[in-house]
């Protein structure tokens, strides 16, 4: 998987929209509103449900949290904390020499099947807030596997998507038999609720 990938495949939405597999009239459409669609539900969750494939190196800026006593490392998700590092540039000058120990958080996550989301240095770390001075280089960003409400709003915005061609105007059905309904221009209502669950209020910078 990569990272903020198509969350449904070209197979998935033919199936759900009941296309036939041998009918690749609408192909290229489609797949154009599955990349919308999965791009929608990311700017509303706040968050991507891919993952990287490879060692990847991040940046961020350490907070102190008074409540703690610790220095925080506000993170983009991370599935998979084997084998993480984590460096501090100390003189703000690109060069990351400080090596850094903490523990990922929150702990609870694994057994909620959701990603970590900060790590806590130590209390003891000599830290400052440096703009992107801390680098955390991990194989585990993002999510093990994409959420199954998300391939399901997915389908249902794709949907959307998909009818909208039918009605240029912004506006479906007919007023003469009284069903004329005007499509919205935001994620539809029912996706915001399946997605609402993951939305994160704070990513990674």
Do not use: C
Request: aromatic residues 10%.
């Amino acid at each position: 998987m990569a990272w903020a990938p198509d969350y449904v495949d070209l197979a998935a939405a033919k199936a759900n929209l009941r296309i036939p597999v041998d009918d690749t009239a609408d192909d290229a459409d489609l797949a154009l509103h599955i990349t919308a669609a999965s791009r929608n539900i990311d700017r509303f969750a706040n968050r991507q449900f891919g993952k990287v494939d490879a060692v990847t190196d991040r940046f961020y800026a350490a907070e102190w949290d008074r409540d703690w006593g610790y220095w925080v490392v506000h993170l983009d998700d991370v599935h998979d904390g084997t084998g993480l590092e984590v460096a501090f540039d100390a003189a703000g000058d690109g060069t990351f020499t400080t090596d850094l120990t903490g523990t990922l958080g929150p702990l609870s996550a694994p057994a909620d099947g959701r990603p970590y989301t900060y790590l806590k240095l130590s209390s003891t770390a000599s830290v400052t807030a440096v703009p992107d001075g801390v680098r955390v280089r991990s194989a585990g960003f993002g999510w093990g596997a994409v959420p199954n409400p998300v391939k399901d709003g997915v389908h249902l915005q794709l949907n959307r998507f998909f009818v909208r061609r039918n009605s240029p105007y912004g506006v479906a059905g007919s007023p003469e038999l009284g069903n004329e309904m005007r499509l919205l221009n935001k994620l539809d209502p029912d996706v915001e609720v399946m997605i609402r669950p993951f939305q994160r209020y704070w990513a990674g910078a």
